[in-house]
């Protein structure tokens, strides 16, 4: 990974509701590999925001009794301060609402119409606003109730009206060609192979205008007709760095896009319609997509009737902002679909952080408290066991780096607590605290060996959980430029200060258990 830049995408949230933890989940995810990217070295621009347009939300905005615009502005404030509320360190937050976009949506339509890659049509089919999406009558399945849905789930209606269309047909084999080039443009395998059987079975143009609603980005020269809601979506990410200004630094900086970081629902647009837009406009597509998997409750989908909706700051209000994140990273190979549960959570709460890295770092930093004067230690020689450990943390690094790259962060965080549990065992073998009469010399080699581990932990757990790596490394004497990954080529420098360490990680105590705990 030698770029000096990285440009990375939430998708932009529908804000027809508050956000959930679905969408907690993915910013996380992306602000985790942004910090990551940043603590290396690179330049990072980290793009999130909020889809305004389109049926789904204009029918919200009705049923709520507000004016479209005035119920965007209320929806997205409460995205807006997700980000606050979670620590996302994201770089830009856009509205598809914004004069910037506007312009954007409306240049990049022009070009595809210079280009020939629009026509006037009319469209007669199945559409479902919960998706935004257009259905083939043989993907639809028959309910008991009597209507049609979605492979999703989601209901459809018999759509009719004139519309324009975009040639996807004609992109079949080109789409086919990028795909086949760049093995890496959608991840993970599985997702990538559905794309390339769907786009093989054939492509058919695409409607691209709606004429029965109003909420949306007028179409030049036709605006009795507004833009699909998801040509308009997918264009934030151009918008966002400077489209239609292509010589602009920003864009050229930045786009194409390293990553846009989706979910497995939003696939299709993502690596089917998104790269054709744009090579139909000649605009380079992205680099890569990479489509995470979805997140059940106690074992069952997450959904509004259910009433099991998971709402992210009250869920960090519950367990800790920074054990929530390191949940949702450490709980499911990144990729695959995983449960969100209270035991799981408390489990990953008492187990590895409460007795993991807590307790590894209350031990260590007591010790050097009480025992070295409250400076870091002054080591002398290394034992083959002292080298041993501090060479796996030394190797951290690389390791972390190929885990990012996939990115594969619950690799990351398993390859960061094997050390911790590595650890554990050298204090438990070495007994510093048996040494202090004994052999002090001994003894502060050991407990500096230890502290240097976990000033690697600290730097590295960082991009996860950047309050706790903070605090950790602040226990260490380490100031706000000793923080970044290239700290870990130096040595914790013998005679630091080290502040009275205070927990990390309270345990999580079950309502109720407080009493009985206290004993
Ligand atoms: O699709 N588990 O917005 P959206 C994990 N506006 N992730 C989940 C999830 C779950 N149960 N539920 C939702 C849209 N997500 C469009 C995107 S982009 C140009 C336009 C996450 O508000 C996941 O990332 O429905 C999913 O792709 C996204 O929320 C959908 O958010």
């Known amino acids: 990974m030698s770029a000096e830049r990285f440009y990375i995408t939430t998708p932009i949230y529908y804000v027809n509701d508050v956000p959930h933890i679905g969408h907690a989940y993915t910013t996380v995810v992306c602000d985790a590999i942004a910090r990551f990217h940043r603590l290396d070295g690179r330049t ?20 709520a009794g507000e004016a479209p ?11 807006r301060a997700l980000m606050t509320q979670l620590d996302i360190s994201n770089d830009d937050f856009i509205r598809t609402t914004e004069p910037r976009h506007l312009r954007a949506c409306q240049a990049l339509w022009q070009k595809l119409v210079e280009r020939g890659e629009i026509y006037l049509g009319a469209y007669e089919g199945w559409y479902a606003v ?47 060609k990028l795909y086949a080039e760049r093995p890496d443009f959608i991840a993970p ?5 559905e794309v390339i059987s769907f786009v093989k079975s054939g492509l058919k143009d695409l409607s691209v205008s709606r004429t029965s609603f109003s909420w949306g980005v007028k179409v030049p020269n036709d605006p009795k007709h507004i833009m699909y809601v998801w040509l308009d979506a997918l264009t934030n990410y151009i918008t966002a760095v400077g489209y239609p200004d292509e010589a602009t630094p920003s864009y050229r900086r930045y786009w194409p896009a390293d990553m846009h970081m989706v979910g497995k629902d939003i696939v299709r647009f993502h690596t089917v319609y998104w790269p054709a837009f744009l090579m139909a406009a000649g605009v380079e597509p992205p680099k890569r997509v990479f489509a995470h998997g979805w997140w059940t409750i106690e074992g069952q989908k997450m959904s509004k009737s ?24 450490r709980e499911l190979p990144f990729g695959q679909d995983g449960d969100f549960s209270h035991r799981a959570m408390v489990g990953r709460i008492n187990g590895d952080l409460a007795n993991g890295l807590g307790n590894l770092a209350q031990r260590v930093l007591t ?21 041993a450990l501090l060479d796996k943390a030394s190797a951290l690094l690389a ?46 080699t050991v407990l500096y060996v230890a502290a240097e581990v976990l000033r690697h932990l600290g730097i590295l ?16 004497g380490q100031g706000e430029g000793a923080r970044d990954f290239a700290a870990l080529a130096r040595r914790l420098a013998p005679g630091t200060a080290l502040p009275a360490p205070t927990a990390l990680f309270p345990r999580f105590v079950e309502e109720g258990a407080a009493a009985g705990a206290g004993r």
């Open 189 to 193: 395998d599985s997702r990538r192979n």
């Open 44 to 63: 990072v621009h980290f793009l999130t925001g909020t889809d305004e347009h389109g049926q789904k939300v204009e029918k919200a905005a009705a049923a």
């Open 306 to 329: 259910l009433g099991n909706v998971i709402e992210p700051v009250a869920t960090a209000r519950k367990y800790g902002l920074d054990p929530v994140r390191y949940f949702l990273l």
């Open 130 to 176: 919960r998706d935004e999406a257009f259905y083939g009558e043989d993907e639809l399945t028959l309910g008991p109730d009597g209507k049609r849905r979605a492979p999703s789930g989601a209901e459809v209606e018999w759509v009719k009206e004139p519309s324009y269309f975009f040639r996807l047909s004609a992109w079949q084999d080109r789409l086919l």
């Open 367 to 387: 010790q050097i408290q009480r025992n070295c004067e409250a400076k870091a230690p002054a080591p002398g020689a290394f034992s083959a066991e002292d080298s």
């Open 399 to 444: 390791g972390c780096r190929a885990d990012m790259a996939v990115p594969a962060p619950h690799a990351m965080l398993e390859r960061l607590w094997a050390v911790i549990g590595e650890a554990d065992r050298y204090i438990n073998a070495q007994a510093p605290w048996k040494l202090k009469t004994a052999d002090p010399a001994r003894m502060a």
């Open 69 to 79: 615009q005035a119920f965007c502005d209320r929806l997205s404030d409460s995205f």
């Open 461 to 476: 757990v960082q991009p996860v959980m950047p309050g706790s790596g903070a605090k950790l490394l602040a226990a260490l």
